[in-house]
């Protein structure tokens, strides 16, 4: 594994792009601009922990957004319990989801195929009905945070010091999930993926190593949760609705699937497209669908396959 | 109490059925053509559209019908033609991006069509009012005609799988599809018709059920996934499973939400019983899934060892 593997550098240059948004956008006048991509960094992390199973364990979840939400109830309950600083937020959140991703998930790969797809949607529509019935915090409507949280004793009040958290966070979390799938674990995990009777008959047992991935994405994807109620202030069960679940497969599959790498571009690109195609027309969707459309039609493997035809970074992984 | 029962029980069976005639093509598309459609419940929707259009220019609920009916097979033969077809080789993920966008664009051109209002449509002379039922209790005549309807076409359904050449070619083809091209069968044409009866069938409910509900653009993605929970309860490719899936899944739904908080009454007070109630009635059907699916791996009627 080349340390300067093209997809890696892909990557790099994608965050480094990112990184360059805040001060440009400000200098255009547009600070607004920055909550947009911020916007999009939350989705990158939530479409990267989707990949760790679904591209690289070929666990199709229809229930991740989930843990987008109880990363964000845990801010909202954090806040409640005085709890105000992210990263005891974000272990909140990680247990929450932990919690629940190894009952859920334990259950859910007793099944295969479109029956996974399911399952996982059954159980994260349980937890949106738990979350919905909550009237103590504030039920279908959700409630509004009172402020952002701090981190270390430093305020993210400012959108610009989200933003840095928000890249930082997302770098981590690829740097982490680019070693994982490359270790013994990814390994057995994408042996898994693509013949689970050999890997069976050279002697490893595939689930305990399904579930501990499908542990580790929920865990990742509260991150995310975590970050979104923070940029918007706001959290409702909305965030964990099955709408969501079936965007961040969206976002995942139109980057490439088991890249990483396409699974940031994806989001990025999603997101952005959405807000941009939304400048134009209210009925933005009808463009939106269209582009999803043709993108399958036209150019299998998503995002990362067009790329590689036109002969530019991302390199699939097996 | 025991009416309210019964007209529930009545409530469920007929939500159960419309649940049917929209899962049926779903699970012969699923199961035969192994393909992932997110966009069935369109088809739905649009079903209810063009009743709405045409009953509302015909000022008749059967021309309406009679017109909305070949209409939906149209359009179920246009989008196959244009999109569908052209996705059958293809990965499931690749089917649900392309089918997830064909809802956004779909749902979106209804809205500029149509517009977001709800539209109504109007119940045919012959089918309003009710009958007596049990004592003082009533049941509208539409919805005793919508389940006779849905019976009616999944009798039709039974017998045209079970007893006719196009329902073995269809069954042979589920169970093994190279071998049925390998004979000589045309296999494009058999999905293209699969395809389009089955945007007939969900583009039927749609149109029947446009009476007693508004129809709006939102119809679509309400039932899909319902749908969806139906198929994987009976079995993807499984008519029989989707049929006592669907009763089973209209039933619990509509007999839970009305008497889930009126059980949990008797064994907690009344403001957690409706609590825990407005939790748990809308969670039912997931429970129950999840329930079918642990017990069960593949649905009530799937195939052992299916994908």
Redesign the interface.
């Known amino acids: 594994m080349s340390p300067l593997a093209p997809r890696l550098k892909a990557a790099l240059a994608l965050f480094l792009l990112m990184a360059l948004v805040p001060p440009v956008v400000t200098a255009l006048g547009d600070p607004f601009l920055t909550v947009v991509a911020n916007r999009m960094l939350v989705f990158a992390i939530a479409a990267l922990s989707l990949d760790l199973i679904l591209g690289y364990g070929a666990m199709v979840s229809f229930g991740h957004a989930a843990y987008l939400g109880f990363g964000a109830y845990a801010v909202a309950l954090g806040a409640r319990w005085g709890l105000s600083d992210l990263l005891a937020q974000i272990l909140l959140g990680m247990a929450m989801s932990a919690g629940f991703a190894l009952v859920t998930g334990a259950i859910s790969l007793r099944t295969k195929g479109v029956y996974f797809i399911m399952i996982t949607l059954a159980f994260a529509q349980m937890a949106y009905f738990f979350f919905v019935a909550q009237s103590s915090l504030g039920g279908d409507d959700g409630v509004a945070l009172q402020a952002r949280s701090s981190l270390l004793g430093v305020s993210l009040e400012g959108d610009m010091a989200l933003y840095y958290v928000t890249l930082g966070a997302l770098m981590t979390i690829y740097a982490g999930l680019y070693r994982l799938t490359g270790s013994r674990f990814g390994r057995v995990l994408k042996g898994t993926r693509e013949n689970a009777l050999r890997m069976q008959a050279m002697g490893y047992r595939p689930f305990p190593y399904q579930l501990v991935a499908y542990v580790i994405a929920a865990c990742l994807c509260s991150v995310a949760g975590v970050l979104l109620a923070n940029l918007t202030e706001y959290v409702s069960p909305a965030y964990m609705g099955w709408h969501r679940s079936g965007e961040l497969i969206v976002m995942l599959v139109f980057g490439g699937i088991g890249t990483l790498t396409g699974a940031v571009a994806g989001a990025l690109v999603a997101v952005g497209l959405e807000e941009v195609l939304a400048i134009f027309s209210d009925h933005w969707r009808l463009g939106f669908g269209l582009v999803l459309v043709l993108v399958v039609l036209f150019s299998p493997d998503g995002l990362t396959g067009l790329a590689k035809r036109l002969g530019i970074g991302g390199r699939g992984n097996g | 109490m025991t009416n309210l029962f019964l007209l529930q029980l009545l409530n469920g069976a007929q939500f159960g059925i419309l649940l049917f005639l929209v899962a049926a093509g779903l699970t012969l598309v699923?199961g035969i053509m192994d393909f992932?459609n997110?966009a069935h419940g369109v088809l739905y929707m649009v079903g209810a559209y063009l009743m709405a259009t045409f009953a509302g220019l015909t000022d008749s609920f059967w021309l309406g019908l009679m017109l909305a009916l070949p209409a939906t097979l149209i359009f179920g033969l246009v989008l196959e033609f244009l999109?569908f077809r052209?996705?059958y080789d293809?990965s499931?993920?690749?089917q649900?991006?392309?089918t997830?966008?064909?809802?956004?664009?779909?749902?979106?051109?209804v809205?500029?069509l149509w517009g977001s209002a709800p539209l109504n449509v109007d119940m045919p002379e012959l089918l309003s009012g009710s009958v007596p039922l049990a004592g003082p209790l009533k049941y509208p005549v539409y919805r005793i005609a919508v389940i006779a309807a849905g019976l009616a076409s999944a009798v039709g359904l039974w017998a045209l799988i079970n007893h006719t050449r196009v329902g073995m070619l269809l069954r042979a083809g589920a169970s093994n599809r190279p071998m049925v091209a390998a004979l000589g069968v045309d296999i494009s044409r058999l999905f293209m018709l699969v395809f389009a009866f089955g945007a007939m069938l969900a583009g039927f409910a749609g149109a029947i059920v446009a009476p007693i509900l508004s129809v709006d653009p939102g119809m679509g993605?309400s039932i899909l996934?319902l749908t969806?929970?139906v198929i994987?309860i009976g079995g993807?490719g499984s008519i029989r499973g989707a049929f006592l899936a669907a009763i089973l899944v209209g039933v619990v739904d509509t007999v839970g939400r009305t008497f889930g908080p009126i059980w949990l009454r008797m064994v907690m007070d009344p403001s957690a019983a409706a609590?825990?109630g407005?939790?748990l009635a809308?969670?039912l059907v997931?429970?129950l899934?999840?329930a079918v699916?642990?017990w069960s791996?593949?649905?009530l009627f799937?195939r052992k060892g299916?994908?």
Not at chain 2, 101 to 109: P, R, T
């Open positions: 699923f992932i997110l999109v052209r996705l293809r499931h993920l690749d649900v991006l392309a997830f966008g064909l809802i956004l664009m779909l749902s979106e051109g809205r500029i993605e996934i969806f929970v994987v993807v609590q825990t407005r939790m809308p969670m997931y429970l899934m999840a699916l642990f791996p593949t649905g799937g299916a994908k």
